[in-house]
Every structure is written in C-alpha cells, then in structure tokens.
C-alpha cells in the first residue's frame, strides 16, 4: 500500500478549492433512489466513500454515470433491497440507504454495520424510529430485514440528535403516509443540504438547521439536479495545515457560516481571518497559541471530525489546552501516533491535555481512521524532518488529492508506492 510522505518545515502560501462535503454526498446519493428518475448530483469528489456509495448504487439495479464532479443516477431499473456485508462493511454509513429503500419497496435487508474504528456505533435510534413509523425489525445472523408494506409518519423523538438517524427518517418520511415530525434532531449543514435535495425532488420536508423537522410525507418523487455544499471538515482541515506551517492560506468555495465553531477556535490560536461571502483568508501567527478547551458537540458546535486535525496544530501551540470528545467513544487514536513526533498529550478516558511544544520531528506514523489520518499530515507539514505515514487508505475516505492539493502550495508531500518502498526499504509496519 501506498504510504504519504512529508518533508515538514515549508510554509504554505495559495489558493486552495474546497471540495464537495462528503456527509452531504453519500446521503443524497442514498436519496436518489427514492425517485426511479434520474438525478445530476454536482461536486461530488472523488474519495473512496463516495466509490462505495456508487457501488451500493450500482449493485441495487441503479445506472449510475460519472463526468468531472458530477453524478448522474438513474433509479428507474432499481430492484434490488438487500445490501450484502461486503458493501455494508466498505462503509459503516451505508446505513443510510435502509429509510431509502424501505421507502421506495416496503422491504429492505442490510448487513449489520458491525464494530468501527471510533468504538461502537449503534444503530439503534434508527431502528426505534423505523418501528414508530410501522417497520417490522428482525435481526439474523447478522442481517437486519425491515418489512413495511405501509410506511406512515411518526412523532419521533431522537433521545440523542444523531446525524445518520435524522437524515434516514427524512429519507423513509418523505415517501410515508401523513406526517413525521422529528424532535432533538440533528441541526447539521448537511441535513438541510439533504432538505434542498429531497425538496426538490418533490418531498415536502421543513425545519432542517432547527431541532424539529417537520416531513409532509408525498406519493411519489422525481429526479432533480442539485449541487452539494462545500466540505467545512475538508476546510477545517486546511486551516490546521496553514496554521503549522505559519504560511497564508486562501480557501475557496466554502461556507463561512458553516465554520463558525472552527473559526472562533482559529482566531482563538491567533490566526487573521478574513472572511467574505464564499471565501477565507487564513494567515497563521508566528506561533500557535493554545486553546484553553475544545468540547466536541452536535453542530452548531465544535464538530467532532474537526478534533483530531486542531488537536495536531495545538500540539505546537504556546501552552497547554484540554480537548473532551462527547461524540464518540475512541476518538483518540492519533494521539499514540502524534506522540512518536514528541507531541505531549494525555489521555484520561474522553479528554485529552495537550501540553504545546515549539518543536516535533518526522516520524513514521500509521494512520488509524480517516480524520486522525489528516492529522497526522497536519502534524508532519510543521515537523522538522521527514514523516511517513501508512494506511493512506482511511485518509482517502474523505479528502480528494490531499497530496495534489498540499503540493499546490507549497509543502513537500507526495505518495510513494509499495514497489518505491520496496526499492528503499522504507516500509512502514502498521497494526
Ligand atoms: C455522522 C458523520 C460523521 C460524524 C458524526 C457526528 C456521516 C456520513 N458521518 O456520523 O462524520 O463524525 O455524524 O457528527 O455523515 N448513536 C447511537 N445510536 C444510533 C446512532 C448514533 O447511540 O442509533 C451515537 C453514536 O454511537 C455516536 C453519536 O450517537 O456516539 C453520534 O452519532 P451520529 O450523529 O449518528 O453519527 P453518524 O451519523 O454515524
């Protein structure tokens, strides 16, 4: 497998164009299969989940079609329900296709999600949520079987306001006899993209961005084109990257107001933003310094996907600051590995203090899970030396052409292939 490999030290200065959001794409692509029409869906990037969600697509009976960032899918042929483990397993949020095959076939079978790199990600606030809307549940040998001749709405209270929960009722409500009204639910940019969508394809969805969305469920729902709001992990993440290398960053095709919890943090470290309508301007100070607490929440909190990338920049941070993670339980993964570069954190349980140094040096890492692997990058863009890093796989799960992208302005990074490695005897070992 290939590894990263980054020579740290050189200051980023440029342009940078922020791709699609991953975690608007793969549900609307879900959605499209709601419509047996066909649906233009732009600035999908090209990442390894937005493959697996094709693929899902494709095995379902879709036609699906790919030029530059968009993605034609044609649902009409669809007639498959079922998603096999090997597809499930690609993808733990392929579970969000359950609501939208059940709404359009009144059955669905899906391998159960499994165990996940971010500890254990139930999937129980969907399944109570598809009970209440009259879906009969039954589990063997590890296939999850929903049978729903009739869907009708619901009043669902989510006792946690989990994302993938609240856009898979959307998907099953739009198409559901009367009314389903959510409460607690989710409030992230990505479910009102997911609103955008499902509106214009003929669903009568309302409140998304709020904590109740109202669903007026339809008979039946058409095609539409749609374009997907810009990536604020992706974003996030490039601000980090600046911050490191003390370089000033131009980032483009974002949403400022997307990125309100991270830019409070970024000006908290001492960054100059400037910010206009779809566009930011980050100018690192000389040195980082800490932020005294990042408390990981729901939005319009300090998002989760964000906590690995800033935890990197901070290690360089003049002081000490503490991170707690509320959304999942092992999201601590990449501190062992930023720790080889002579980071000084410690973990107790969900928090971790993360004691600045002015200084960490290359390393070889090996990323554990997609947000701890761009963290890993950040990192080694500031060190001093060389890092390798493996299992470039995760990282690719959520950001299009890292390497490209960074090269662009002006860090020494690029990928090495295994036949490469081989020829330096540069392997990286990893668990
Ligand atoms: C989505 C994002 C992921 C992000 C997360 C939190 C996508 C594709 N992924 O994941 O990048 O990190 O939101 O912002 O959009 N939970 C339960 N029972 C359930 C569902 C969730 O206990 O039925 C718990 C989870 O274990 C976790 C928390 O709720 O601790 C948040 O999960 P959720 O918001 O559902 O995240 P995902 O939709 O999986």
Redesign the pocket.
Known sequence: MSVIVVEGGHSLEGTIRVHGA???V??ILAATVLSGGKSDVENCPALR?VAATVRILEHLGCSVRREGATISVDSSAMQRSDIPECLMRE???S??FLGAILARFGTASVAMPGGCE???????????AFAQMGVNIREAHGIIHCECPKLHGAAIHL?????????NVMLAASLAEGTTVITNA?K?P?IEDLQIYLNRMGARVQGAGSDTIRIDGVSRLYGAPHRVIPDR?VAATYMACSAVTGGTVELTDVCPKHLEAIMAVAREYGAELIVEENRIIHRAPQRLRAVKMIR?M??PGF???AQAPMMAALCYADGTGIFTET???NRFKHVTELTRMGADITVEGRIAVVRGVPQLGGANMCAME??GGAALVVAALGAQGVSRIGRVHFIER?YENLTEALSGLGAKIRKETEDEQREKKTHIVCP
């Not at 006792?159 to 856009?167: D, K, L, R, Y």
């Open positions: 991953k975690n608007a793969l549900p989940d993808m733990r949020s579970v969000i971010l500890g254990p990600r139930p999937i129980d606030l969907h399944l109570s006792a946690f306001p989990s994302v993938g929960a609240t856009e989710a992230e990505e992990i990981t729901p939005y998002p989760t996907d959304i999942f339980e997609l947000r959520g």
